[in-house]
């Protein structure tokens, strides 16, 4: 994108915040570390002691408030925001409250430093402060066609990888997780990705944990490995993207009893996936893949919800899960990543990023579904 349609890309999504924002009553939005803050403006704030916040005005102004040494790093657009970089010497707390003005509800982003909503709270007594996410959450969770293009280019770049490990191209044998999960790492920088997030890497029972966290566990002949891995591809206008992925190989041929509960989660997850069409509400995708494996005499095994959406963050609304009755609209994209987990034994999961569209469910990953063979 040229530099004036990103600057019309910001200033448009600062004006649906605004439109928010009045139907919320909230006067002032604060946004600092974490997603929201280079989804609205194209710059991510330091995670350090010293306070960086894009103060908005509902009726005003955008001020992005930074460190002095940190002023060159911002690309400026006067056209979306001002900037008020602050010395050593200043106190960045009353410069904020002073472009809040005497805001009587501030919406503050959700990942902000909880030491800074302290001292805010402390200057702004009569201001009743918010979780900004109730004023992003929605507009970040429907995604833009450039938005999507860019999460189809990430989870493109994590499926040559998975198709890799399933052709047997990255050696697991006699290999610890930890090292096959450092591989993993680097294949993510290679294909493009800025940042690693994530690469699990679970042998044999070690599966049956979720999150497990790869170790100095060596790989063995004839087991199975889970590998669940992703990183964010950060674009030109400052704004990055995640990809996130889950597929299990067998080396060698699996025993029956896994193959038959491999076979249980496939038709599982291509059910939820088939299921996730606009106006469905989340928890029906979630309820579709559970009640194959439930049927299976698995559901007690099927520990967690079934996906979470993605973007900015890796995880992030909505939430496909039981009692979220929210309709999945055009442009959310999520993950669809159910699991059986049988502790002390093994276990599996299959996980694809899916967007919802006019058309049907877009599946964003498109490796090869099935339990991949591999030699030892
Ligand atoms: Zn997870
Ligand atoms: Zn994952
Ligand atoms: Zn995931």
């Given at each position: 994108m040229d530099p004036s349609s990103l600057t019309s890309m910001f200033a448009s999504r600062l004006a649906r915040a605004r439109t928010m924002m009045e139907s919320h009553g909230v006067d002032v939005m604060l946004l600092s570390v974490g997603a929201d803050l280079p989804y609205f403006c194209g710059y991510e704030a330091m995670p350090l002691e010293r306070l960086t916040m894009l103060v908005v005005q509902r009726d005003g102004d955008a001020t992005l408030v930074v460190p002095g040494l940190e002023a060159p790093r911002v690309v400026e657009r006067p056209d979306v925001f001002s900037m008020r970089p602050w010395a050593e010497t200043e106190d960045p707390i009353a410069i904020v409250a002073g472009l809040a003005g005497p805001a009587s509800t501030a919406a503050i982003g959700d990942h902000t430093w909880a030491g800074f909503l302290v001292d805010l709270h402390a200057v702004m007594p009569s201001t009743e402060f918010r979780r900004a996410s109730t004023i992003t959450s929605p507009i970040r969770s429907v995604k833009e066609p450039d938005e999507i293009s860019r999460l189809r280019v990430a989870s493109a770049a994590v499926d040559r990888i998975a198709s890799r490990l399933?052709?047997?191209?990255?050696?697991?044998?006699?290999?610890?997780?930890?090292?096959?999960?450092?591989?993993?790492?680097?294949?993510?920088?290679?294909?493009?990705?800025?940042?690693?997030?994530?690469?699990?890497?679970?042998?044999?029972?070690?599966?049956?944990?979720?999150?497990?966290?790869?170790?100095?566990?060596?790989?063995?002949?004839?087991?199975?490995?889970?590998?669940?891995?992703?990183?964010?591809?950060?674009?030109?206008?400052?704004?990055?993207?995640?990809?996130?992925?889950?597929?299990?190989?067998?080396?060698?041929?699996?025993?029956?009893?896994?193959?038959?509960?491999y076979d249980v989660l496939v038709e599982a997850q291509r059910a939820s996936v088939e299921a996730a069409t606009v106006g469905t509400?989340?928890?029906?995708?979630?309820?579709?893949?559970?009640?194959?494996?439930?049927?299976?005499?698995?559901?007690?095994?099927?520990?967690?919800?079934?996906?979470?959406?993605?973007?900015?963050?890796?995880?992030?609304?909505?939430?496909?899960?039981?009692?979220?009755?929210?309709?999945?609209?055009?442009?959310?994209?999520f993950s669809v990543e159910p699991g059986i987990y049988i502790p002390g034994r093994w276990g599996a999961r299959l996980e694809d990023i899916v967007v919802a569209s006019a058309d049907g469910p877009d599946p964003l990953n498109l490796v090869d579904h099935s339990l991949a063979v591999v030699e030892s």
């Open positions: 399933q052709a047997g191209e990255i050696p697991l044998v006699g290999r610890t997780e930890a090292d096959v999960s450092a591989e993993l790492g680097r294949q993510i920088i290679e294909e493009g990705h800025d940042r690693v997030n994530f690469a699990i890497v679970a042998a044999g029972e070690n599966a049956a944990s979720p999150h497990h966290e790869p170790g100095a566990r060596v790989i063995r002949d004839g087991e199975s490995v889970l590998c669940d891995f992703g990183g964010t591809m950060i674009g030109p206008d400052g704004v990055g993207y995640c990809s996130d992925i889950t597929r299990c190989v067998s080396i060698g041929e699996p025993p029956t009893e896994f193959a038959e509960l509400p989340c928890q029906e995708v979630d309820r579709v893949g559970r009640s194959l494996i439930t049927d299976a005499g698995l559901g007690d095994f099927f520990v967690h919800r079934t996906g979470h959406g993605i973007g900015v963050e890796a995880h992030e609304d909505p939430y496909i899960v039981e009692g979220n009755e929210t309709p999945l609209v055009a442009g959310h994209a």
